[in-house]
């Protein structure tokens, strides 16, 4: 009776397979404008960096971005603190597969606090959208 929820012989592996093949569907279902899809990304990519949390920034790599950083790699070339605020401001897609984002980042500089824009690529892959880390 091991993993047995007691729902008539429903496993929990069962239950945990079932729910994330749900949430699959959800996020392959989204029919929003892909600038929409990649805006939203973006700045939840920028929001998890601005909090320090590398390891989570990580998740946003592309799978061809993974394939040749380690997560130890990306988060050695990351410096923690740096950014003080980013925001989203565009995004244009010039394919169905290719997106170009542009944030405004601010950071201190010489004890003074900066904006500059950033341009980021992304790229859909699957049913996802993902960061390529140049």
């Keep these: 009776m091991v993993g047995n929820l007691g729902f008539g012989g ?12 749900g949430l699959a569907a959800c996020a392959a279902m989204d029919k929003r404008p892909p600038e929409e899809l ?8 920028w ?12 998740g946003y ?8 950083l380690t997560a130890e790699g990306y988060e050695a070339s990351i410096r923690k603190g740096f950014w003080k605020g980013a925001r989203v401001e565009k995004v244009e897609c010039t394919t169905a597969q290719s997106c170009d984002a542009t944030a405004t980042i601010e950071y201190d500089f010489q004890g003074k ?3 500059t824009p950033l ?8 049913a996802n959208w993902w960061y390529v880390q140049k």
């Design 10 to 21: 429903i496993s929990a592996k069962a239950v945990l397979v079932g729910a994330l093949v």
């Design 38 to 45: 990649v805006r939203e990304r973006a700045q939840q990519r």
């Design 47 to 58: 929001d998890v960096l601005l909090k320090g949390d590398v390891k989570g920034a990580y």
């Design 61 to 68: 790599l592309s799978p061809g971005s993974r394939a040749v």
């Design 113 to 115: 606090r900066t904006q």
């Design 119 to 126: 341009r980021e690529t992304w790229i859909k892959d699957g």
